[in-house]
């Protein structure tokens, strides 16, 4: 029994069953029908769109566009073969991982700390916290009201606890708040684009998707002297960053896309009820019926990525920087305690106090909502984590997964009030991108030896897709050997 591919490394193998049929949505019925993508889409905007990329662009102009559009693809690739794990046994990729030898435990422990190193600093409250300072004192937070900052930050971060324990199923709950995250921001910046990006540099940023400076006349892939750990966070950051794509799939797996129709959901502490959560997965065998049935969800996996993922996310990083370049002088330097309200202050003083203040509250708004994800996304893969591995967790308080999904909130909560005192946070943020670009060349790797180790031969991926993960493993490393170099050896 514990000779098959899946249970290598201990874990119990899966369940046959029969892959449920999927939804078949029309017009407007394709909102509901999509929503892991549109989470992971607003973790993306506030985080290389609205921080690194703007603190990049501002300083060496708009033709590092061009590694925003390749990292985007690569991770929309990516994404969707994150989600073939989950369509296939409605379990998270992060149990894949674990279903791998040498040792379930290892891999739990490996993806944890890469989880943790990466956005267990709350660097989204911080800069949140900045947006809300100088939406009502109307100037730029200095080094005098770092308490103050820090104090938002912490009244952001509890905020964040009290919508994580409401409403009936969590996965929803999230869906929710990123369309209407999604829908404002990305609106509001169209808006005051067209009101205000003059022509030249709209076309610099269609030049800059091909790396040409149109400011310099000619190529500049990657400027000379450049901070490469700025550069290195932005390329994680453009999409969504390392282990945010690969929670992608747990929300797959509470939203019930294929196989994890069957396999239950985390549901909230005030509203919610218990819930069978299944800490093994499932395997279908593939008959003609299922594999029209397979079609289906695959059909819903592209919707999901390529229409809501992939068009948001380059939206939200063009937008954004067009912005940004428009209102701040070429070649300043904007990572400091007031980068999310550099923009509020600038078009505050060519546009007015009442537009600076709408900048403001979009860029609150956005920070706020991208910690909420980054927070709900590491509690539940460790969660997640937990519930598979460990017998004894699982048996703990009659088997109700919200007793291990809140203490495991309360820990990281207290954790993030302590690290806000640790550093500023945009150099919290720059350390949490470049561990997602060395997530990107393990996970990238590790995804495809379970797709196409693991999974069952009639659902594994095309060569093409095989051959798209190798070389997003080879674009992340260039970069991430970039920054170490202008880290360490510089």
Known sequence: MH???????????WVRAELPHPPMPRGLGWLHAVGPGIIVLGVSIGSGEFLLGPAAFVRYGLALLWVVIVAIILQTIFNTEVMRYTLAT????????????PSSKLWSWVYGVLYFMQVGWPAWAGTAAASIFFLFAQRLPGAADSGIIYFIGVLAFLTCVVILSIGKRIERTMEILNW???VTVLSGFLILAVMFVPGANWMAAVTGFAGFDLSEGAF??????ADFVLIAGLVAYSGAGGVSNLTLSNWARDKGYGMGELAGYIPAAFGGQKVHLAQTGFTFAGDAEEMKRWKGWWRLVRADQWAVFFVGAVLGMVLPAVLYVTFIQRGSDIQGLSISAALANGVS???????????????AWLLFKTQLDNLEGMVRAMT?????????VRSWRGGDVRAVYYSVLTVVVVWGIIAMRLAQ???LLKLGANVAGFV??????????????ILPEHVRPPMWRRAALVAMALFYSFFVTLSIRSAFFS
Do not use: C
């Open 3 to 13: 000779g098959k591919p899946e249970a290598q490394s201990g874990l119990d193998p």
């Open 90 to 101: 409605g379990e998270p990729v992060f149990t894949g991982f674990m279903r791998t030898r």
């Open 384 to 392: 997640d984590i937990l519930w598979t591995g460990s017998r004894r």
């Open 349 to 363: 003083a060519r546009a007015g106090a009442m537009l600076g203040g709408a900048i403001a509250f979009l860029g």
């Open 440 to 453: 990107f060349i393990v996970s990238s790797l590790h995804l495809l030896y379970v797709n196409t180790r």
């Open 180 to 182: 209407v995250l999604v």
């Open 220 to 225: 500049q892939f990657l400027p000379a002297g």
């Open 425 to 427: 946070p945009i150099v």
